[in-house]
DNA sequence: CGTTGCGTTGATCTCTATCAAAAAAGGTGG
DNA sequence: CCACCTTTTTTGATAGAGATCAACGCAACG
């Protein structure tokens, strides 16, 4: 697919029309990333920001003990550092491909010239800062007056599918990352998967998690 | 003073000229709060945001047991829920006076229409977002990643100033709601700040914190 | 095969919430 | 200004959640 093409489809520009897509796709530019590649660490000077064609990645933070905190992981369609645009000169946290990702690189100078000529652009993106402020709202919320349980389940809960008769959840990621992102580790992740198993809540199944009582489940939410 | 020479003091329409601040000024309207009072409750309709003139309020939100989480406490030149305009119908959370506050209530339509008008005010706004988004991060590191010796620390450290020669930190909130803020409860904090006046570091003087020695606080960040 | 990293399990320890109660600080009405 | 009541703050004792440390099974991989 050409970059033209890809641009078409990213819901910041979707409004645009032939010619202003072909603007936007003069200063844009695709790239690719490995698996465990990084497109930026933290600190770095934030002169772009992303969208994502295909693939994942991990925003994350690490501790000065160097404990991994993972902010979020950012698939197809989603925005990356957008946030880091319009503040700072840097990037407040690191960037790294969990798997092989494409993503269009949007620098912050021609963008901001773009939404000067284009508002509603601006409302777009106005409008992904308003989820992404909301979806960090809740972060707090959790990780201040919920347990891990709690924050387990809700995982569990948000992230699974019905599947030919069962509810699933696929673990798109390994458990270790999983409890970066729960704001835990992986021995009491481990633990708090085992209580779930435990009361026949739940079932592991090579890369799933089969939901047997979801009743239950919402319980701890 | 006027509501439009209030306006022009809000650094959203300061760079706008008389004309269009007189147009501002049509849709937005000043809103007094006594303390305790609230502007509005987790779940309404957000159809304005505001902008805090003088006073100061406190936006919070509630666990299902009832605990107070302090997710941001805004004085003077803050914007208040501006996340919530552009996104979802109603507010994530509850805003109430921590003393008497005046606010200006700036409609959400018509701040859109001003903004496909002006674009550079999409461009502040969207500033005024990063700084917003990077706080909420920050939180977010925070409250997975430290203890509440080092985010006492912490905010002590950022809320301190010079004053004749001693380095001070005003407690402008009570400490039931300092415990919120800092994603704890009140004896817990209450036993922090002993351990830092057992260890010389800090000193209480009325509503003062007197920061003793800098060197060992800083350490614990 | 040895090595390396991930996941699980067990034992222990630390931090922080909870419960209880006293002390201190603030109002309020007389 | 004082007695009274309410709220905040502090202190103590206890319990529980989750981190840490250590060890082991297991799969992937050179």
Partial sequence: MSLHDTLQHIFLFDTLNDKDIQLVASFCSLRHLSKGEHIFHEGDTADAFFAVVSGKVKIYKLSPDGQEYILAIQGKGHLVAEAAIFDQETYPAYCQGLEDTTLVRIPKDDFIQLILKHADIALKILHAYSKRLRYFVMQVE???????????AKYINENSMEYNGQTVCRLSISKKELAALLGTIPETLSRTLKYYKDENIIQEREQDILILNSTKLRAHL
Same sequence: chains 1, 2.
């Fill in 142 to 152: 959790e990780l201040s007056l919920r347990d891990i349980k709690s924050r387990l």
